[in-house]
């Protein structure tokens, strides 16, 4: 069953977040923690306050919170595709009207058929 967890603080009095380690080279890549909003890694400053998301019961909110933004990135990445193909679609489109315009101004303009004896007189 999961518990709903009370909001904690870290020591400069901000609400912990849920995030998750980036890191590559770091042996824990991948892991989530719950950190201050305000985390920033050794290297900068700011509040490093962290525990292990292993450490606590995860809320039902959270895990909502993580589904959702999952499929928040794979509609913008489908959003992104789809503009990408509109765009090559709608060039190929202007390109191809401008090709037929040439064409049938050709043809129109050729002596030998009726259209271009019609043009011509």
């Given at each position: 069953?999961?518990?709903?967890?009370?909001?904690?603080?870290?020591?400069?009095?901000?609400?912990?977040?849920?995030?998750?380690?980036?890191?590559?080279?770091?042996?824990?890549?991948?892991?989530?923690?719950w950190?201050?909003?305000?985390?920033?890694?050794?290297?900068?400053?700011?509040?490093?306050?962290?525990r292990?998301?292993d450490?606590?019961?995860?809320?039902?909110?959270?895990?909502l919170?993580?589904?959702?933004?999952?499929?928040?990135?794979?509609?913008?990445?489908?959003?992104?595709?789809?503009?990408?193909?509109?765009?090559?679609s709608?060039?190929?489109?202007?390109?191809?009207?401008?090709?037929?315009?040439?064409?049938?101004?050709?043809?129109?303009?050729?002596?030998?058929?009726?259209?271009?004896?019609?043009?011509?007189?």
């Amino acid at each position: 069953m999961l518990r709903r967890r009370s909001d904690k603080e870290c020591g400069c009095k901000d609400i912990e977040v849920l995030k998750t380690l980036t890191d590559v080279m770091n042996p824990n890549y991948g892991k989530q923690f719950w950190g201050c909003r305000n985390y920033i890694n050794k290297l900068n400053h700011g509040c490093n306050h962290f525990r292990w998301l292993d450490d606590d019961i995860v809320d039902e909110r959270d895990m909502l919170i993580e589904k959702l933004k999952k499929k928040n990135l794979k509609m913008k990445l489908a959003l992104a595709g789809t503009t990408k193909q509109l765009k090559m679609s709608m060039v190929f489109g202007l390109i191809s009207l401008g090709v037929n315009i040439v064409l049938a101004t050709m043809f129109m303009c050729n002596k030998s058929t009726f259209f271009g004896q019609l043009y011509l007189k």
